[in-house]
């Protein structure tokens, strides 16, 4: 098992929709965990991050955490062309503290 | 959020010979830096984690006589790859963490490395 898992998709969006990208840990004792997004050819950018259970709010992006389910999730509402991009879910702490662990990403196509 | 920088962005070599990148934590001081490398469409991999005044730590796979990294200082870390080979081609990315332990990591735009 992988220790952070995404469906690598792509997921096709509308215009003006709402996005919902997921992700899964392994890791129980994980402790923060962010959400970057990259597009091609570029570096990742970090756009959320998340430590406590519950929902975090920043934007048209809000992460939510559930770490009795180790899941964590990121809606983007009113989705732009501007938003399609690979998006990336990373995990700290737990046995790795030293080092985010990624995801392999979820690419993001918003559709006109 | 915080900044960091690498240099230089794109970087094209002879075979055999030796490249150095830096990465500079801009705003902010990073006792920990680390170092990815990505093939087009595919994922990030890590290849080693810097720390400030020690060795790095590399992970499995990757050669620390080829992939030297120093961390001089709180702000600036660089990765030199030696005798450079095409299959050494790739996107250089590094990050650097605000505080300790567990704090968000930020990443520099990346080097593009291309070796004829």
């Known amino acids: 098992q992988k220790e952070v898992e995404q469906n690598s998709g792509p997921l096709s969006v509308p215009e003006g929709a709402i996005a919902s990208l997921n992700c899964t840990y392994s890791?129980?004792?994980?402790?923060?965990f962010f959400w970057y997004r990259q597009y091609s050819g570029k570096s990742p950018e970090l756009i959320m991050f998340?430590?406590?259970?519950g929902d975090k709010e920043d934007g048209r992006f809000t992460a939510q955490l559930n770490k009795a389910s180790q899941y964590v999730s990121l809606l983007i509402r009113d989705s732009q062309p501007s938003d399609s991009a690979t998006y990336l879910c990373?995990?700290?702490?737990?046995?790795?503290?030293?080092?985010?662990?990624f995801g392999s990403g979820t690419r993001l196509s918003i559709r006109p | 959020g915080a900044v960091v920088s690498q240099h230089p962005s794109r970087v094209i070599c002879k075979s055999g010979t030796s490249v150095k990148i830096e990465c500079r934590s801009l705003?902010?001081?990073?006792?920990?830096m680390f170092w990815y490398r990505q093939f087009p469409k595919k994922s990030l991999m890590l290849m080693a984690t810097?720390?400030?005044?020690?060795?790095?730590?590399?992970e499995q796979g990757v050669e620390k006589d080829k992939f030297l990294i120093n961390h001089a200082s709180l702000t600036l870390s660089t990765l030199t790859v030696t005798s450079a080979h095409p299959e050494d081609s790739s996107f250089y990315i590094c990050?650097?963490?605000?505080?300790?332990?567990?704090?968000?990591?930020?990443f520099g735009p990346g080097t593009r490395l291309t070796v004829t």
């Open positions: 990050s650097a963490r605000t505080g300790t332990g567990v704090g968000e990591q930020y």
């Open positions: 890791d129980r004792g994980s402790q923060s």
């Open positions: 998340i430590y406590s259970n």
């Open positions: 990373a995990v700290n702490g737990g046995s790795s503290a030293s080092k985010i662990i």
């Open positions: 705003d902010f001081q990073a006792t920990t």
């Open positions: 810097s720390n400030e005044g020690s060795k790095a730590t590399y």
